[in-house]
């Protein structure tokens, strides 16, 4: 590197005097594509590059979100960091435990602790909600693994309870139906007081209010906000919109983590990732958001030189987003950024602009 600036974590643009509930240091994920049968005869299996060099540190009552193309390893990485999915490098630590190491059996803290800590509300809730049970069957089942002396009754009035904390009132209207008999809304409400049920650290909220309709979607993210108070959770949110990733973390006072390619292209609190984005990537995702008001900008084509996205199977050097650029040079083929802290502003980039002593700024620009 040429520049006195050092290359940050994911984390470190977001600093505090506390340890993190989840630590990723330098996090890989390559798994092999899926063959054919004739294929798998042929010829090896590719390797599909799904998250590379990821660090990240999510801390207690923390927000997360993770924005990008689908196809960009957001929720690989997500999975990752609740423990759902082994990294194939890199450590995935959950209050200094590492996750993988508790799974085998060589750590102090039983896996089963830690998972229950970290739950996940998926983008259908009816495919995880069992069709066969009741509601009040479905939210008795954590109840009964984090309180199991409590007896039936004292469990239906935990039940009721939370269905009223979120938004089923009367409960006893909603408490004896089955999932099909409840909306989408009605059945994302159900998922997130199971979640919550466990008394979780932190919830991956994947694609989680994308299957909503619009109108219902700021509501469900009203709630989700709300309850992070009272149940001391934070929330991994994924999002593949990022007008909805910039209302939560405005409203949770988080950070949004741009992915490109397996990689962070670019972290920062709201207002900075959508006034002020540092990285030509997010400047691209805020031109395809037309919801986020920036008129004037998005007139015109996509600020990108070619729309296809490259194979995870096979990135391109260097920097990742560099046969797309619209400001790459030569020196952007051969060496790959770090994420540079952004001087005086909560946000890091992984783009040598960054760096005013680079050789980026004498390399010549790139022939398309
Ligand atoms: S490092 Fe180069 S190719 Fe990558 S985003 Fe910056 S200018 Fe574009």
């Known amino acids: 590197m040429s520049d006195a600036r050092q290359p940050a974590s994911g984390a470190s643009i977001d600093e505090r005097d506390e340890e993190p509930v989840l630590s990723l240091t330098d996090v890989e994920v390559h798994f092999e594509e899926e063959q054919g049968i004739i294929e798998s005869f042929r010829e090896d299996p590719q390797i599909v590059q799904a998250v590379n060099g990821v660090s990240l540190d999510i801390y207690e009552k923390d927000v997360v979100t993770l924005v990008g193309e ?42 089963s602790e830690i998972r229950k800590s970290l739950q996940i509300i998926h983008q259908d809730p009816g495919s995880s909600l069992n069709p066969n049970r009741r509601i009040v069957e479905i939210l008795a089942e954590p109840i009964k693994q984090t309180h199991p002396n409590l007896g039936s009754s004292q469990r239906r009035e935990r039940i009721y309870s939370l269905l ?31 979640a919550l049920l466990m008394n979780p650290d932190v919830i991956l909220a994947d694609e989680a209010i994308s299957a909503l309709d619009v109108s219902l979607r700021v509501e469900m993210m009203d709630l989700m906000l709300e309850l992070q ?67 004037a900008e998005q007139a015109g084509e996509p600020p990108m030189r070619k729309i296809d996205v490259p194979d995870p199977v096979n990135p391109p050097s260097g920097c990742r987003f560099h046969t797309r650029c ?21 946000q890091a980039t992984a783009c040598f602009r960054e760096l005013e002593d680079h050789e980026y700024w004498s390399s010549p620009e790139l022939e398309d």
């Open 70 to 111: 689908s196809g960009c390893g957001k929720t690989t990485l997500g999975k990752t960091c609740i423990g759902l999915q082994e990294p194939t490098g890199g450590t995935v630590e959950y209050r200094g435990t590492d996750i993988w190491e508790a799974k085998r059996g060589n750590a102090d803290v039983p896996f």
């Open 164 to 194: 009223e904390r979120v938004g089923m009132n009367p409960a006893a209207d909603f408490a004896d139906r089955y999932p099909h008999q409840l909306s989408g809304g009605e059945q994302q409400r159900v998922a997130l007081g199971r």
């Open 229 to 295: 108070e009272e149940f001391d959770t934070s929330y991994v949110f994924i999002s593949h919109d990022l007008s909805n990733a910039r209302y939560f973390s405005e409203h949770g006072g988080g950070r949004i983590g741009v992915m490109y390619l397996g990689e962070i292209a670019e972290i920062g609190s709201a207002q900075r990732m959508i006034d002020d984005p540092h990285h030509p990537y997010t400047n691209v995702l805020r031109w395809a958001t037309p919801d986020l008001g920036l008129d």
């Open 326 to 346: 619209p400001e790459a040079r030569e020196a952007c083929v051969s060496e790959e950024p770090d994420l540079y802290e952004v001087e005086g502003a909560e």
